[in-house]
């Protein structure tokens, strides 16, 4: 039975989610991949334009008319960003992640959609909200996404730190 | 002849080779587990959905790569221009998502153009009609590519071990089921082209030589043996093929290059007539 869920979330709703559930997030979700992570350690608290609590590795394929709109934006390799996901869960307290590929942390919830799905994930995107730091460029840049059933998603790695990539 | 570039970026995009959808529908009927199951369900949903839209099935439109088999009396000028300029327009017109950065200020060009990028790998044939393929090259299985210098005296063994060490490190991270491009001797530079290039090959043929064809079949079926699964959640589909290309080394080295490709293996050719 898949799960739904709706951002932002409770901590109780997090702690739940068992290694291997099958999820559908709806709400904002909000991207950041190397640049965006560097900068948002960086800044100030009251500098940063987002909630982190649920971050979705990604660099969006975008285009602009009117409003921006997603066109394709599947997960992005999450291991690259290890090593900060400890400081991120620290300062903004972030909660789940989605990504692709495994991650060792256990810092937090880990979501995975899989890679290379970027239309798929596209169409469960209703709206960009906003795009923050576009001076880093269009996949580097903090993209605020509202979807609508975005998955199947898999738990990877649970509360209790159950992680589908240890064999 | 840019419009022609631009519709091939877009097509290459938008359609997997069939042969590559094939292996993938083979993958999903052989698993069993429900998760490895639920990955391919959704890349091979996935597929047609970008078929269908016309859009790229990855964000990651990769760094653009062309191998160019020049006609007789083709204008080669007149050809990179038009790649150049087709991949500027493509950027905006498919879309592409805007990859090329300086790789030390990392600041984006916002065209997909650079320093020595779109990479052209110029060939020369006979044929009166000039061959334009198009290879669009993610990071996250290129960033799972390695290369080794192996000592001659480590031979078939040497070789064998390394594929299959760098398979298994790469885990989930090159979007499994990959195909694999191995590059064996040459020299350093001559090993890594022959790995991509061994790419280009369809998935449903051998090398011609016996022996490399043998040496594809028993690397597919260890590598198959990992358990590594789609996306790395396990499974018996880690890769849909390994490819394997050759050339002839120095009698004192043997090179290794493993080029990983993730399943989203988009390619696509055009034909470019006259000049």
Request: hydrophobic fraction near 40%; include cysteine; glycine fraction near 8%.
């Amino acid at each position: 039975m898949a799960i739904k869920l709706k951002t932002p979330m409770s901590d109780e709703q997090v702690k739940k989610l068992k290694a291997g559930d099958v999820v559908y997030v709806s709400g904002e979700i909000v991207t950041a991949r190397d640049r965006a992570h560097q900068r948002a350690l960086e800044l100030r608290r009251s500098e940063i334009p987002v909630s982190f609590e649920v971050i979705y590795h990604s660099g969006p394929l975008v285009k602009k008319n009117r409003e921006w709109r997603a066109i394709s934006c599947g997960p992005t390799t999450s291991a690259r960003f290890e090593k900060y996901i400890p400081k991120m869960t620290k300062k903004f307290g972030t909660k789940i992640i989605i990504g692709k590929g495994g991650i060792e942390a256990k810092n937090c919830v880990y979501l995975c959609f899989t890679g290379g799905c970027g239309a798929l994930a596209a169409r469960a995107v209703k709206r960009v909200k906003a795009v923050h730091w576009l001076d880093l460029g269009m996949p580097e840049a903090v993209w605020v996404l509202e979807v609508e059933n975005f998955g199947p998603l898999v738990v990877a790695i649970d509360a209790r730190g159950n992680s589908l990539f240890k064999r | 002849m840019k419009e022609q570039i631009v519709e091939l970026i877009r097509r290459a995009h938008a359609q997997l080779p069939r042969d590559v959808v094939t292996a993938l529908r083979a993958a999903y009927r052989r698993e069993d587990g429900e998760i490895a199951r639920l990955q391919l369900r959704n890349m091979l949903e996935n597929i047609k959905l970008a078929k269908k839209l016309g859009i790229p099935m990855c964000q990651d439109t990769g760094l653009p790569i062309f191998y160019v088999y020049l006609a007789k009396n083709a204008d080669r000028k007149a050809i990179e221009k038009a790649i150049i300029q087709g991949v500027k327009e493509a950027t905006q017109k498919v879309p592409l998502r805007q990859n090329v950065v300086n790789p030390l200020t990392r600041k984006n060009s916002g065209n997909n153009l650079g320093e020595g990028i779109p990479l052209i790998n110029w060939k020369f044939s006979n044929r009166s009609a000039t061959e334009i393929l198009y290879l669009p090259k993610g990071a996250g299985s290129e960033n799972c590519s390695a290369a080794k210098m192996l000592k001659p005296s480590e031979g078939l063994e040497g070789i064998k071990e390394f594929v299959l060490e760098t398979v298994k490190s790469a885990g989930g991270k090159p979007c499994p089921p990959t195909i694999v491009g191995v590059g064996i001797g040459g020299s350093f530079d001559l090993a890594a082209k022959l790995a991509k290039e061994a790419l280009l090959r369809p998935i449903n043929s051998y090398s011609k030589r016996g022996d490399i064809a043998r040496l594809e079949k028993e690397l597919l079926k260890e590598i198959n043996s990992l358990g590594i699964g789609p996306m790395g959640f396990g499974g018996r589909t880690t890769s849909l093929k390994v490819n394997i290309e050759y050339a002839a080394c120095h009698t004192a080295s043997l090179p290794v290059v493993v080029n990983v490709q993730c399943w989203a293996h988009r390619y696509a050719r055009a034909i470019v007539h006259g000049n």
